[in-house]
Nanobody, 115 residues
Framework: QVQFVESGGGLVQPGGSLRLSCAAS????????VGWFRQAPGKQRELVAR???????NYADSVKGRFTISRDSAKNTVYLQMSSLKPEDTAVYYCNFGVPVRDYWGQGTQVTVSS
């Protein structure tokens, strides 16, 4: 069983930055790809960024060049550094395995980009 706990969200002005953290507990995390996902009101949850065990990363086109995903395997933590934030980035952000497992969705962390 794995548990993902997201933190670091908040209210930020357009153009600002935030760093989200995803702390994982349980087995299977260390060798697996992990992803950040988001869900805006009235929209489906979407993949934002994903990082493989070996460090390979991929990003949604909408965040390329603005967001950076990284992982600290010693701390079982994955980060999402978000810069140049836009109002359309407003959503609840979640982490899960790179191929998400339904039972492992956490509470997420709210990111609101507004002036």
């Amino acid at each position: 069983q794995v548990q993902f706990v997201e933190s670091g969200g908040g209210l930020v002005q357009p153009g600002g930055s935030l760093r989200l953290s995803c702390a994982a507990s349980g087995s299977g995390f260390g060798l697996s790809a992990v992803g950040w996902f988001r869900q805006a009101p009235g929209k489906q949850r979407e993949l934002v960024a994903r990082i493989a065990y070996g460090g390979y990363t991929n990003y949604a086109d909408s965040v390329k060049g603005r967001f950076t995903i990284s992982r600290d395997s010693a701390k079982n933590t994955v980060y999402l550094q978000m810069s140049s934030l836009k109002p359309e980035d407003t959503a609840v952000y979640y982490c899960n395995f790179g191929v998400p497992v339904r039972d492992y969705w956490g509470q997420g962390t709210q990111v609101t980009v507004s002036s």
